[in-house]
């Protein structure tokens, strides 16, 4: 994936080890702008599906390790790490990393995510496009649950809610409401 503007250009790269349960992301940024500098490349790494983090720590430099649960994972940094920040951003659990520099006008650097798995078992990473797989099985429609918590008082709220895991389902553009009740919310797939 590649981005680019009249200043600066961001490729990043996504290597699967499916053998492994590792997943590597390279990010190269560079400006053509002489009259800019890079100071840092900052990087949020997020929650999965609003999970949190229970612990996190720098094991060393260039490595962080995390815990979900009863699961660890090590996040691994190439290049100087400035600054990993452990946050709660957009009701997310986040961790943002900023990585030094190589020079002032471009950067590379490559973090690793693995899980710790005990040597006799074995993982595998998985990656999943969900617009492939709503072609492939041509799903038009979605039921998620709706979250109809009343509040104090016997107060329903009004506003459209669901559970955490599928909360951003309602704010995706892919999705459109076309019907609910007070146990379900049907989502119609916009585009494919």
């Not at 946050?87 to 471009?106: C, L, W």
Request: aromatic fraction near 10%; glycine fraction near 4%; hydrophobic fraction near 40%.
């Amino acid at each position: 994936m590649s981005h680019d503007s009249d200043f600066f250009s961001l490729e990043k790269q996504i290597d699967l080890d499916k053998n492994h349960a590792a997943t590597s992301i390279r990010y190269i940024i560079s400006t053509t702008d002489s009259s800019i500098r890079l100071l840092n490349l900052t990087v949020p790494f997020f929650s999965a599906e609003n999970k949190l983090f229970d612990e996190v720590y720098a094991e060393s430099n260039n490595t962080i390790r995390v815990r979900q649960g009863p699961s660890w994972f090590q996040i691994s940094i190439s290049g100087k790490v400035l600054s990993a920040l452990s946050i709660t951003y957009q009701g997310k659990d986040a961790i943002f990393i900023a990585v030094n520099p190589n020079s002032t006008r471009s950067m590379s650097t490559e973090m690793t995510i693995k899980a710790d798995l005990p040597e006799t078992r074995s993982g595998t990473t998985i990656a999943i496009d969900r617009n492939e797989i709503l072609r492939e099985f041509r799903v038009s429609y979605i039921a998620i649950f709706r979250n109809s918590t009343v509040q104090p008082g016997g107060v329903i709220p009004l506003k459209t809610r669901s559970l955490p895991a599928y909360e951003h389902l309602l704010y995706d553009p892919t999705f459109a409401i076309v019907f609910e009740n007070s146990k379900v919310i049907i989502l119609q797939v916009i585009t494919r």
